[in-house]
């Protein structure tokens, strides 16, 4: 079992810079894909970055790529989200996720979420 706690959601203004930490319990961390997902009021989850076990390889939603960067430090069990230019439409609760790649249909494990909030 991995128990995920996200930290660094606030309120910040269109244009504004924002950096997410996910810490990771466990000793298995490196074996982790992580993964960044958020969900706005009224709306249904979605993607937002994804980072492989080792740090190598990233993959983002369309709708980030170019403004947010996922990255992980694997002695420090921790998966970061820096997140620049947002925009208002980035408001959402942030969740991040682990997949212990064991199954291949998804993610296992989730954290419950850091609030974004993007004012106009």
């Known amino acids: 079992q991995v128990q995920l706690e996200e930290s660094g959601g606030g309120l910040v203004q269109a244009g504004d810079s924002l950096s997410l930490s996910c810490a990771a319990s466990?000793?298995?961390?490196?074996?982790?894909?992580m993964g960044w997902f958020r969900q706005a009021p009224g709306k249904e989850r979605e993607f937002v970055a994804r980072i492989n076990t080792s740090g190598g390889r990233t993959t983002y939603a369309e709708s980030v790529k170019g403004r947010f960067t996922i990255s992980r430090d694997n002695a420090k069990n921790t998966v970061y989200l820096q997140m620049n230019s947002l925009k208002p439409e980035d408001t959402a609760v942030y969740y991040c996720?682990?997949?212990?790649?064991?199954?291949?249909?998804?993610?296992?494990?989730w954290g419950q979420g850091t609030q974004v909030t993007v004012s106009s």
């Open positions: 996720a682990a997949d212990n790649l064991a199954n291949g249909v998804g993610y296992d494990y």
């Open positions: 466990g000793r298995t961390f490196s074996s982790l894909a």
